[in-house]
C-alpha cells in the first residue's frame, strides 16, 4: 500500500516495498484534541481526515508528534507552502549574516568566568567521577549525578536556571544567541545557549593545555611544547567543530567562514572531537540498577520492570573503498551499499547509555552485540528489549539475564491473541530507541555518504555525536 502525505504540495510519499525512504508517516491522532489540532494545522477546505490519512515527518520540527500539548511538535507546524522562496543570493546573504552575528556574540563574551562559577558549574562532573571509581560501598546518596543523568530525575530548565544566572553576570549577550535558544540548536545541536557555555567552560582548562594534532609527528614528540597554533579563540574552535558536526559543512566553508586556513581547521577539528570524546565518555557511563530504576517510566514498570537497556543498530553510509576486500566488509545488504555499523543502547527514560564502536556493514546484529562489550555490562536478572533481528536469547541466558522482543509466528499459521497484544506493547515502548537515533541522525555530518578521509574517526565522531543528544531534554517523561 502507498501512503501520501495530505499537506498541500507535499509529495512525500510511503510503500510498504520502499526502505530506503527515511521519512516517517504518521496516523491522525485518536485524541479528540490533538487530531482536531492537525486538521487545523493542514487547513483543508471541506476535508476529514479517515483511517488512511497520513502526515509525513517533514512537517515537524524534530520529525515527531508529541502528546504535550505545550510542545511545538504537539501539531505539525513546517509547510513548505507558507513559506516564502528566497533566491541563492539572498540565502547565502542570510546565512552569512546569522554566522557573522553569532561569532561576534560569543566573541563578546571574553571568557572571563570567574573561579568559583567554574568550580560550582564542574562540581557535579567531578562528584559523578568519584561515583564511576568509588566502588560499591559508597551510598548512592552521597555522590551526585553527572548534569548529563540530571535529565533522568528532573528536566533541564532546573539546570538551566542555574546556568543563565552564571552567565548573565558576565556580560549582556546578544539576542541572537541568548535570548534565542533556536539558534543554538541550529548550529550546534545543543538546546540551550546555557548549557553551550556550561560544556564549553567545563572542556576549557584542558583546552588550554591541548596539544594539537598535527599528523604522526605528534606521537614522536610528546615532550614538546603545545604549539602556538592559536589563530582564533577557543571558544571560536570549539564553536566551529560544532558547526561541522550539526551542520555537516565542508572543511573549505567552515575555513572561510572563520578566515583561517583549511588544514588550520583540520587540525582544530581532530584535536577538539578527540578531546570531545575522552571528556563526554567520563560523564556518559553506563548507568547502575539503581539509577535504571529510580528514572523508570511507568510504562516499563506494569510489564517490563527489569529493563536495563534496550538496543538497536544503525548504519552510516560510507564511500566506496577502492579495495575489493574493503568493499565486500563494508557492504550491507540491508542497506544495499557500504556502511558502518553502531550498536546503540538506551535506558527506558530514553538516554543512550551505550554506543558501541563502528563495524563493518556486513557483521550481524549477533556478532556486535557479542564482541561489544555490552553483555559485560549488564547485571544478573536484568532484561534486555531488542528488536526480532536479535537474536541473542542464548546469549543472554549465560549471563542469567532476559530477552524481552516480539514473538516470531513460527509454523503457526498466524499470531496468536496474547501474541499480537505482545507485539504491540513492545513496539510501543522499544520505539523510542529509533527517536534516540533519529536525534543523533539530525547531526547533518552523517547525511549522505561519508567520505573515506574521515572514516578512521567514525567511531569518535559517531559517539560524540550521541553523548551530545543527552544533553538535550528526556524523551520520554
Sequence with gaps: MVFNCVVFQCSNRQSTSDKENRCSFFRFPKDVRKRKAWVIAVNRADWAPNEYSRICSAHFVDGWHSDDPSDINYRPTLFSYKEKDLSVSELDRNVRLASRNLLQTVKEQKLKVQ????????????????????????????????????????????????LTSNVGSQCDTDPLLKDNDQKTRFYTGLPKFVVFMWLFNYLKPKAERMQYWTGSETYQKQDRQRASTNCIDLIDQFFAVLMRLRLGLFVRDIAERFKISESTFSKYFSSWLLLLYEELKVINPFPSREIVDRTMPD??????????????????????????????????????????????????????????????????????????????????NDSVMADKGFTIKDLLEKKNCTLNMPPFKGISAQFTTEQVFETQEIAKLRIHVERSIGRVKNFHIFDGVMPLSIAPQSTQIFKVCCWLTNFDEPLVK
Design 299 to 380: 510504562a516499563f514498570k506494569t510489564r517490563y520492570p527489569k529493563t536495563r537497556v534496550i538496543i538497536d543498530c544503525t548504519e552510516i553510509f560510507l564511500q566506496r573503498s577502492a579495495s575489493l576486500v574493503n568493499q565486500s566488509l563494508t557492504y550491507s545488504n540491508y542497506k544495499n551499499h557500504n556502511t558502518v555499523k553502531f550498536l546503540i543502547g538506551i535506558t527506558p527514560s530514553g538516554v543512550i547509555s551505550f554506543v558501541s564502536e563502528g563495524w563493518s556493514g556486513r557483521v550481524s546484529d549477533r556478532q556486535i552485540t557479542l564482541e561489544s562489550g555490552i553483555l559485560d555490562l549488564l547485571d544478573e
Design 115 to 162: 573561579e568559583t562559577e567554574t568550580a560550582c558549574l564542574t562540581s557535579s562532573v567531578m562528584m559523578h567521577s568519584s561515583y564511576a571509581t568509588a566502588g560499591p560501598d559508597v551510598e548512592m546518596e552521597e555522590l551526585q549525578e553527572p548534569p548529563v543523568y540530571n535529565q533522568l530525575d528532573k528536566s533541564l530548565s532546573d539546570t538551566s536556571m542555574l
